[in-house]
């Protein structure tokens, strides 16, 4: 869950595109166009999507890694521990 003012205005600017996205394409579909160009758009609807998923998850890494270092780790370890996750995961997001 979002909860800095900047991370709130990231994640709802992404969430306003993807639905901007989503009506673009329901318009496309209402007017027939051709499956490729209904591809196309699908893959970024589902870009955008992914992309919004990859950004909660590392703010979810964040809070659970970092709210539960214990006093013998530095700060730096839990950034390390959380990059290395994500290089991990953020392949399966794409």
């Known amino acids: 869950m979002p909860h800095t003012p900047e991370e709130k205005k990231r994640a709802v600017t ?39 998923m990859a950004e909660v998850l590392e703010m979810h890494l964040r809070e659970t890694v970092q709210g539960t270092a214990g006093a013998a780790k530095a700060p730096s370890d839990d950034a390390d521990e959380i990059a290395a996750i994500m290089r991990v995961i953020r392949p399966y997001l794409k």
């Open 14 to 52: 992404r969430l306003r595109r993807i639905r901007g996205q989503t009506d673009a394409l329901i318009a496309a579909v209402e007017r027939g166009e051709e499956c490729g160009a209904l591809l196309q758009q699908l893959a970024a609807l589902r870009g955008a999507a992914t992309g919004l």
